[in-house]
């Protein structure tokens, strides 16, 4: 009698591969509003939406409302070490309008209820750049990482005025709205003059800094992680500047006035500001 005998092998899964490897390209985004989007679908606050300003980090951009858009990259040289890049674009543009007494209608016909339309226009823009080099160490899902970084910012703030009502030699102080978010005339020339537009000057930042964090992997090359940044930051800010128009009886002209509203400033600022994102959700591919 002969008795088959079988084998069995047992064969194991391979292994997954929760990290990013040298070749990979990691992108990411702040998960602060999708957390807060979360939390307040348990509230009766009604304010459960997710705002897009806070999306991609937080770039030091000044006189932008921070935090402005951005977005992050890695591209892995090794499998523990990785260039980074944030870029933060804010490009911010805000018009009003509204209606006041047409004053020729009104000087032909007293009677006239003809409207003529006034503007205010705010336009606020920046960016700002990151570029850094990282070590990475760890186990199979939990890494902490560390590094350093250069940056660079960029920001320029002007509002615009628009009159219905024309300065003329008969109307030299027409008509206009007095709006109370938009900045004033610095200096009223002759008591007549109105605001054409005004520069808040545009200012540059650079530095250096230092970050870590650490980065969980929930599932293979996709993580959570969080990330703090310890940034020297310098600004350099430039002359602040109006233009204006007023009627000159002296030579019986209209005409414009560009006049300094600020002198230059600088300074720096050194702390734990984040340059790129704080709490994030990241991608490998």
């Not at 030299?172 to 005004?198: E, F, H, K, V, Y």
Request: with cysteine.
């Amino acid at each position: 009698m002969i008795l088959a005998s079988t084998t069995y092998v047992d064969a194991k899964k391979p292994e997954k591969n929760y990290l990013p490897e040298a070749g990979d390209v990691t992108i990411g985004i702040n998960a602060i509003p999708f957390l807060d989007y979360l939390g307040n679908c348990f509230s009766d606050a009604g304010n459960n939406t997710i705002d897009a300003n806070k999306i991609g980090g937080i770039p030091s951009v000044i006189g932008l409302n921070n935090p402005t858009m951005s977005i992050f990259g890695k591209y892995f040289l090794t499998d523990q070490t990785a260039l980074r890049l944030n870029v933060g674009i804010g490009i911010n543009s805000t018009t009003k309008s509204a209606y006041v007494t047409d004053d020729a209608a009104v000087a032909e016909d007293p009677l006239s209820v003809d409207l003529v339309e006034d503007t205010y226009k705010l336009r606020e823009s920046g960016m700002s750049v990151a570029i850094g080099y990282e070590w990475r160490r760890g186990g199979k899902r939990l890494q902490g990482f560390w590094g350093g970084q250069a940056v660079l910012a960029y920001s320029n703030n002007k509002h615009f005025f628009g009159y219905g009502n024309a300065i003329t030699e008969i109307n030299q102080n027409p008509t206009s709205i007095n709006w109370t978010s938009a900045p004033s005339l610095s200096d009223n020339i002759g008591g007549n003059s109105r605001l054409l537009m005004q520069s808040d000057g545009s200012s540059w930042t650079y530095g250096v800094g230092g970050f870590v964090g650490v980065e969980y992997y929930i599932a293979p090359k996709i993580s959570i992680g969080c990330e703090m940044s310890l940034n020297l930051l310098w600004t350099t800010g430039s002359k602040k500047y109006q233009k204006s128009e007023r009627f000159n009886p002296d030579f019986n002209r209209v005409e414009e006035n560009t006049r300094w509203t600020g002198k230059s400033d600088s300074g720096f600022r050194f702390g734990t500001e984040n340059i790129g994102t704080s709490l994030f959700v990241a991608f490998s591919f």
